[in-house]
């Protein structure tokens, strides 16, 4: 599967639409994946770079090394305007893709731009134990991811590092709705040329199935409990975590926001539950982490929600690129649960 087969697939939630998107912005993120997954490879001493990012989490010489890989295809790419990483200060980056007013330059069409917010190695505190790790990727539809409406943000991609290198890739537009898709594809990179990467299509239709039919196919019910700190200030949480076990729910927690959730969406069936509590601060940051990851989940069928209040975390405008929150996502009808098991009717 080369690249113009790639976008054939993922025109079908576009249509004629943002044909940049998928001819050269998504390729370009790909590229990214596919770079950090050779120097992961290469990487078998994992160290400290001698600094924390804004979020106060320590930085890795990978986390560094990830970061410029997809700095550096970005900035090729004339359709991004700008840009933000969670590795660095929390404010928008002008890109090769925009003039000093955030209009498009080089070969960019100032109506097909694109801004994207980024997290190049999510979980790269648990590569020491060569446990599977992820980037994260929002892109959105204009110059900015600020003070938008969230259906703005278009395209997901939640590449995931382990024994393979796979890509869930999201699309969904304003107006298509109904055409959403979300895939899942191999990266597959025998060069160190980046530009001859080729792409396994290895599912066309990514879906969480609704409960009675995941009953119907005899699937395992899945939990991965995040945040488990929190349970020890939050009875509801701990109650939560006891009637899963009582339930004969199966536990799958590796402390890695992507493979984690990916691992529900290759089942077909499971919830991601991460809520927030007095004592256990939130983590996971709108930006980079939350809004790609609800977007891919609601692609797929599935649901994505603020344990806090239970809105939908796509309902809420990104305001500050430092914004933090929980999530509850997965299956519909397990995600539906745990709102009504937390008292919060959204």
Not at 46 to 72: H, I, K, P, T
Not at 161 to 188: F, M, Q, S, W
């Amino acid at each position: 599967m080369t690249s113009q087969h790639l976008t054939a697939s993922l025109r079908r939630a576009t249509g004629d639409a943002h044909p940049a998107l998928t001819t050269t912005v998504l390729p370009a993120l790909l590229r990214g994946i596919s770079r950090t997954a050779a120097a992961l490879r290469r990487a078998h001493s994992v160290e400290r770079a001698g600094s924390d990012n804004v979020f106060g989490d320590a930085q890795l010489n990978v986390d560094v090394q990830a970061e410029r890989f997809f700095r550096e295809e970005i900035r090729a790419c004339a359709d991004v305007i700008v840009a933000a990483s969670s590795e660095e200060d929390p404010v928008e980056v002008r890109t090769a893709g925009g003039d000093e007013n955030g209009s498009a330059g080089g070969d960019g069409n100032g109506d097909d731009v694109y801004a994207v917010a980024f997290d190049p190695l999510d979980g790269s505190s648990i590569i020491g134990p060569n446990w599977a790790v992820g980037s994260i990727v929002g892109v959105w539809a204009g110059a900015t991811v600020l003070d938008r409406d969230p259906r703005d943000q278009i395209a997901a991609v939640l590449g995931v590092y382990g024994p393979r290198t796979t890509a869930l890739i999201a699309v969904r537009v304003p107006g298509r709705e109904a055409d959403a898709v979300c895939i899942e594809v191999g990266i597959n990179s025998d060069s160190a040329d980046t530009n001859t990467n080729t792409y396994t299509l290895v599912r066309d239709e990514v879906r969480l199935l609704d409960d009675r039919s995941a009953a119907a196919a005899g699937r395992t019910r899945y939990f991965a409990p995040a945040n488990l700190r929190a349970a020890a200030e939050d009875e509801r949480y701990m109650a939560l975590v006891a009637r899963y076990i009582s339930e004969r729910y199966t536990l799958r927690y590796s402390g890695g926001l992507v493979p984690d959730v990916a691992h529900a969406l290759e089942k077909g069936h499971g919830v991601y539950v991460s809520p927030v509590a007095r004592g256990s601060r939130a983590k996971l940051r709108r930006a980079f982490e939350l809004l790609p990851v609800a977007l891919v989940v609601e692609c797929a069928g599935g649901r994505a929600v603020d344990p806090g209040d239970g809105r939908r975390v796509l309902d809420t405008p990104l305001r500050a690129l430092d914004e933090m929150g929980g999530i509850v996502c997965g299956s519909a009808g397990e995600v539906e649960r745990v709102r009504e098991w937390f008292g919060v009717a959204g």
